[in-house]
């Protein structure tokens, strides 16, 4: 049995009036992800830095140095890697429905982003958290704030007692469910084959059974072949092609996925989710059609932006490849950090600001 603690919120049950229907109905943690036995002091007790998780289970916990370092699939992997039904990486809708939330109730959360004083907010640099002893032994960063000891603006609903704690800064969050791949012409984008956020009908699980081309997961009721020429990437770092699936398998066009692998699944989207190439630019405006709609995330830039992004920057560089979205920025991006922040990163994960991640839970 894994062992893991964490505290979680739900993201309730709403009505989008950008996307004019209701979403929500998952748990998110509280906290950034960190390992098991990690203190202020020491973020890898339990994993070496930069290591595969092998079966230690993501925790999520106040006060503590936060997981850093990982890729998409090693994420992926500690998320399952807990026990019981649901659990996943955060997807970038999400995400995007975090924001939709925020947007709705008419706050959106400061954080631990400030340029030049350490563990504070940009936006107000009498919020300060407590310091990231770890990082700062390190020599990584003296800026970083531990996770979840900051104010009440620190999190998404401005509430200590049941926020999500350090969406906008602190470190760059990665998540599953959004793609650029820049090694076709023209560039396109992957979304999630579905918008289902549930336990039965979302495109993303842990398999329950693998085997020579199929991957099955008995928590699922999925339509009838809705995922036919899908693509499928798993917490193996493996890609593969969906030929047809049932209302609980997967049906490959060719391999051997790994036993209780964790997977997303993936659909095409025959447009550039980034117009914009820039090592770092404020956003001026967010997809208003399209697939893009529904995670909030850039597609032009301007150096006199509209003040509803905050100044949030845009990061998008070629990679040659397909490239992880991350969001959020980090400590010490001042007012280029915040929840529309949006980066697109190397799926190989890595650095002592990147590879930051919360665990969600379906049900």
């Not at 906008?168 to 969050?173: L, P, R």
Request: glycine content about 12%.
């Amino acid at each position: 049995m894994a062992v893991f603690e964490t505290t979680m919120t739900l993201i309730p049950v709403f009505y989008s009036d950008t996307w004019g229907e209701y979403v929500g109905g998952f748990y998110v943690d509280r906290f950034l992800a960190c390992q098991p036995n990690a203190t202020a002091d020491n973020a890898f007790p339990d994993v070496p830095y930069l290591s595969d998780p092998g079966g230690v289970a993501a925790s999520s916990r106040p006060g503590v140095s936060p997981w850093v370092g990982l890729s998409v699939a090693s994420a992926m992997k500690a998320a399952v890697n807990r026990d019981g039904r649901g659990w996943h990486l955060m997807t970038a809708y999400e995400w995007s429905i975090i924001i939709e939330f925020c947007k709705k109730y008419g706050f959106f959360p400061r954080g631990n982003d400030h340029a030049t004083i350490p563990a504070a907010s940009a936006d107000n640099s009498d919020e300060r958290g407590l310091i990231d002893r770890f990082a700062a032994a390190q020599g990584w960063t003296t800026k970083r704030a531990l996770p979840g000891t900051g104010p009440g603006t620190w999190t998404h609903n401005n509430d200590a007692s049941s926020g999500v704690y350090d969406m906008c800064g602190m470190c760059h969050k990665i998540m599953m469910g959004l793609v650029r791949d820049d090694s076709s012409t023209p560039v396109v984008g992957y979304v999630l084959a579905n918008r289902k956020t549930d336990l039965r009908g979302s495109p993303y699980g842990k398999a329950t059974s693998t085997g020579t081309s199929y991957i099955t997961d008995t928590d699922k009721a999925w339509t009838t072949n809705e995922f036919a020429g899908c693509l499928v990437h798993t917490s193996e770092n493996a890609w593969y092609t969906v030929a047809s699936n049932t209302s609980n398998t997967l049906t490959l066009t060719s391999g051997t996925p790994a036993a209780g692998v964790a997977y997303c699944i993936y659909k095409l989207v025959n447009a550039d989710p980034s117009p914009v190439i820039t090592t770092g630019s404020p956003i001026a405006s967010l997809w208003s059609s399209g697939e893009y709609l529904y995670y909030n995330i850039p597609n032009s830039t301007s150096s006199n932006p509209p003040p509803q992004y905050g100044g949030d920057y845009l990061v998008c560089t070629t990679f040659g490849g397909r490239a992880a979205v991350s969001r959020g920025g980090r400590e010490g991006f001042g007012n280029q950090a915040g929840l529309y922040y949006t980066a697109y990163t190397s799926w190989s994960g890595g650095g002592i600001n990147s590879g930051a991640f919360y665990v969600c839970r379906a049900i």
